[in-house]
DNA sequence: GTCGATGACTGAACCGGTTCAGTCTCATGT
DNA sequence: ACATGAGACTGAACCGGTTCAGTCATCGAC
């Protein structure tokens, strides 16, 4: 109190055991070299003193981690509030770091290559251990990137295109098929997949699969239109959809936002959901849940997505060797947005 | 090449500069201690060993920085997901950060204790510089708990019972203000609020001002019932409103969730908006004007906001002197959910 | 009774910056 | 011609941890 408070240090520590700087690190550390009964009383004064390590200090010492990891986020700006997929992502991740005692760096950026700028100034400047890289696209310049740079990464998306980085994906393909057979039960016979950006990984995964599952299923029309995740963006695509001749009787939307932009075209435009179109979301939100006709949706955790990913770039850090992993499918979710086509 | 990449150090351009380590901190930084020849020999060098400085060094050298601020993010997990408001928020703060090379730490926790216990984290390993506070509540016992830490800290919400610490605030009376006249003026006079929970002190300044500009317009019935911003509460609310022997003809909602809840459920329950019922909407995001009918809303603009509050605590970093400072005010949009009431 | 091993602990180096107290050089004023 | 001072630069301490090479005492084995 006499004078201004400073945070304790290890030497403090020391001094009032009466031991060496050493012997104090070896205590609070569990580590062998310092006898049970010293250990006990090294403990007992680090915790009256309301010792905590310093992690600039840890950071220093040869071998240390600044334990810390990066996410950076690389989307349209405007959808990036609303869409609730990454703060799903970001609560899940952060859950399962909290509890080994590593924070989270987030950071917004405009495209790919700010972007890996970014990983670039963490690696020089030692402001992370690791990344989880989102969103792989086709031809992603980041995995070479982040090959040069000595920061572990884990990928969410792939496994094609992961440039040898572990990575955790989902068997989008399967959900795909589930939802053209369910539509196509109820008698839909064109079907219009309103998709993410095109060059993204899981973007033309899917829109392999659905062309693939339209044919088979013998389908009149089936294509995929691209849009760039936002409502603004998806309302306007459904319009145009919505004004052909022929228009589609079912429309599936890779993300919740544009799905429900898509609802409110349609109800704009007098067209009635469901007995005269059918929507499907990807990625099911309480978004889904609220509007009405509530949305039939593709149901993904997106937390325990995180979770594992921040398992996995855990394990990195750790040293050991993960291997790829795959999610769970993603589950069907009927609700009042889907039905058979009325005359 | 021949041996394994290290990062450069200062003592590695010092060496090929044939100068001392000191010439070079200084040459780096900018400060006066060597010639302009030497400093601009030592920029050179350090720009082609491609040199960044080392965080966890700087930190650790006295009276340096972490370099990072950090955010708590303290509210039901599962509405988490969807505001939009967060999101916006840190992608302003985040965006005015990146400008001056901090970084942004974001963490959830479940309650105000344990978002205390991350701040006195933050500060006894000194993971960061300093913190926003969000969502300041009646009775906070988050400014008292700052005031011990050794953590600048700059607080969303006020100006009373900051403790002292500065603050950046919105007059929100004067837009609930704006509202009641608004809906009065539409033959209005059953108005309910659904609000946030009761001990956020936005929530109270909200409600004061609502009873006041209602008991001024002469309303019969103005009410303020809390939520906790999700979705589920704001639908169940308003399904409890509306089942009411003579139920509001207005409902004020005090984020955009629960709002979009509220259409649904009215909806469901055959209440056409606006005919026989208009909804507010508190903070206008991409979700007001993507459903139908579109959501009249009180628009901020919340990127702004965060840009603000960061600027703020970055001069309250550099030891400035930062005074208290109110936002502009939210502005009134008219939209399709609101209208006369009909017979 | 000596040798070697084991355990407890110390002292110092190290990580990569910043900063302070000096030293040395050279131009300037008188 | 000589004191004065400014500018350029060096060497070392320091921040707060981790870790390694020793030192010393104790104990058991032979």
Redesign the interface.
């Known amino acids: 109190m006499g004078s201004v408070?400073r945070?304790p240090t290890i030497m403090d520590i020391a001094r009032a055991a009466g031991v060496s700087k050493g012997a104090v690190s070896y205590a609070l550390n569990g580590r062998p070299g310092v006898s049970e009964a010293t250990r006990e009383r090294i403990l007992s004064i680090a915790s009256d003193l309301?010792?905590?390590?310093?992690?600039?200090?840890r950071?220093?010492a040869p071998g240390?981690r600044?334990?810390?990891i990066g996410m950076v986020v690389d989307r349209p700006?405007?959808?990036?509030?609303?869409?609730?997929?990454?703060?799903?992502l970001?609560?899940g991740v952060?859950?399962e770091l909290?509890a080994v005692g590593i924070?989270?760096?987030?950071?917004?950026a405009d495209n790919v290559d700010s972007e890996i700028a970014v990983y670039r100034?963490w690696a020089?400047?030692?402001?992370v251990d690791g990344v989880v890289i989102v969103d792989l696209r086709v031809e992603d310049p980041r995995p070479e990137a982040m090959g040069v740079l000595?920061l572990p990464a884990v990928v969410l998306g792939g496994p094609e295109g992961t440039g040898g980085l572990p990575c955790l994906y989902t068997d989008d393909a399967a959900s795909v098929r589930e939802v053209v057979h369910y539509l196509a039960a109820l008698g839909h016979r064109r079907i219009v997949r309103v998709a993410g950006p095109e060059d993204f990984v899981h973007t033309r995964d899917r829109s392999a699969a659905f062309q693939q599952a339209a044919r088979r299923a013998g389908l009149d029309e089936a294509r995929t239109v691209h849009a760039d995740y936002?409502?603004?963006d998806g309302?306007r695509t459904t319009r145009r959809l919505l004004a052909d001749a022929e228009p589609p009787t079912a429309l599936v939307y890779d993300n919740d936002?544009m799905a429900?932009?898509g609802?409110?075209v349609a109800?704009?435009m007098g067209v009635d959901v469901p007995s005269q179109l059918s929507i499907v979301a990807w990625d099911d939100?309480?978004?889904c849940?609220?509007?009405?006709p509530?949305l039939t949706a593709i149901s993904r955790d997106?937390v325990a997505h995180g979770r594992r990913v921040a398992q996995m770039l855990n394990g990195v850090l750790s040293g050991e060797r993960v291997a790829n992993e795959e999610t769970p499918l993603g589950e069907l979710r009927p609700r009042g947005s889907t039905g058979p086509l009325l005359p």
Not at 289 to 292: A, D, E, F, K
């Open positions: 408070m945070r309301g010792w905590a390590p310093s992690n600039p200090a950071a220093l240390g600044v334990g810390a700006a405007r959808s990036l509030g609303i869409e609730p997929f990454f703060m799903q970001v609560s952060e859950t909290a924070d989270l760096m987030l950071q917004v100034r020089a400047e030692r402001r000595p936002s409502g603004e309302g936002l429900l932009a609802l409110g109800s704009e939100s309480a978004l849940r609220l509007v009405r509530s997106v």
